[in-house]
């Protein structure tokens, strides 16, 4: 463990010294990818204003950014470090001029920002009542269709129950942090959720438990259209798959399966429905995810963008939309965020390259120049982490 976390170290140095490549990312015919933002130390969850300003969480980092681009040609122009010494800001949600980042314990609330970007004064702590435990404290958080801010809370392990029933679960409370109560229970640990444009009904992803395999259990993507659903964790995994521990006298039919299982222990982290008009129609509110990548899996999978394709309101189909950050056992990025740009392009924030990438259509089928190939900002060096 020592070892990856040293290369982890060293890649980080070597990607705001030299840049990345893109290279290696494949992507469905017509469309393209380029650098967003580059040295964005930890880049996670994402959060746009509608003046365009783009705030950026961490969670190993401390940092929240804001990332500016003064002439709006879809790269950085500046990155500000916004605030710093958090502990694990993971999430970052925006309303009415205010930034709203989660910390472990807290929510705070950072007002009139954009005007203070050089100068953030204190924040108030709207709530810091949250459990204060490390193992899956850090948070995703947005503001629901209904005006509620959404804030989950991991299990605390990689499998267990605790009496306190704020765990394992997705709480919402008002902007001003009053009302806080439990929207959903038995979600190990989601790190990404959206609203259908259409229905306003909550999915989100799900991190399966660890040490029942490579192949077991499931990653999950879940649909929560009303209040008190309960998903499973840690009786059943992917739906029907009892914990070897916990499962014992329990009825799967008890609990909400997943609407699509995703690959096993890819990590699945952020997810946004589509609502831009760039892409072609048929990816008009299907949804995106950010497969962060397996930790401990003997064969390494996830590295990538996916894509789950809905009829109506039933996923019926998962498919690899964008990879190359995985090339044979040698890391070169984890998506982490998706950001759906008013444009309709997609930002992906990587927090293993540092960095945030601009996927665009443009449809154009280009053979493309590898050796000319102008998004790569480090030509052919290979650099990145060795997975033991």
């Not at 521990?245 to 299982?261: I, L, S």
Request: aromatic residues 12%; proline residues 6%; glycine residues 10%.
């Amino acid at each position: 463990m020592n070892k990856i976390f040293i290369m982890m170290i060293l890649f980080s140095f070597v990607s705001s010294v030299y840049g990345l490549s893109l290279d290696s990312i494949k992507l469905p015919p017509g469309f393209e990818i380029n650098v967003y933002a580059e040295n964005v130390f930890n880049a996670r969850s994402m959060a746009l204003s509608p003046n365009g300003t783009l705030f950026v969480g961490t969670r190993s980092a401390g940092n929240v950014y804001a990332i500016i681009d003064k002439d709006k040609d879809f790269k950085a122009d500046e990155i500000i470090t916004i605030a710093s010494g958090l502990r694990s800001p993971n999430g970052v949600a925006f309303k009415d001029g205010s930034l709203y980042v989660a910390e472990i314990s807290r929510i705070l609330r950072y007002d009139n920002v954009e005007a203070n970007v050089r100068n953030l004064p204190n924040p108030v702590v709207i709530n810091d009542s949250f459990p204060t435990d490390e193992a899956h404290g850090w948070k995703f958080i947005r503001f629901g269709p209904d005006g509620l801010l959404y804030v989950p809370v991991g299990a605390p392990c990689n499998i267990c129950e605790r009496e306190d029933k704020r765990y394992a679960s997705i709480m919402r409370m008002n902007s001003n942090g009053g009302g806080l109560e439990i929207f959903a229970q038995g979600i190990r640990n989601t790190v990404g959720f959206d609203w259908h444009p259409d229905t306003n009904e909550l999915w989100f992803t799900d991190n399966g438990r660890d040490w029942l395999g490579d192949d077991v259990p499931p990653d999950e993507l879940n649909h929560a259209p009303k209040p008190n659903m309960h998903f499973g964790f840690p009786y059943f995994h992917g739906g029907d798959i009892p914990d070897p521990e916990f499962g014992k006298g329990r009825n799967p039919e008890d609990y909400t399966k997943p609407a699509m299982n995703l690959g096993p222990h890819v990590a699945a982290l952020g997810m946004r429905f589509y609502t831009g008009s760039m892409f072609p129609s048929e990816y008009k509110n299907q949804i995106f995810i950010a497969e962060h990548g397996s930790w401990n899996r003997s064969v390494p999978i996830g590295y990538r963008v996916t894509l789950v394709r809905l009829n109506g309101n039933k996923a019926v189909s998962y498919e690899v939309f964008a990879d190359g950050w995985l090339q044979g056992r040698t890391v070169l990025g984890r998506p982490v965020d998706i950001q759906v740009m008013p444009d309709g392009s997609l930002l992906v924030s990587d927090d293993f390259a540092n960095a945030i990438y601009r996927i665009r259509y443009t449809g154009v089928n280009q053979g493309i120049d590898h050796k000319n190939k102008k998004t790569s900002l480090w030509g052919y060096i290979k650099q990145g982490q060795y997975i033991n």
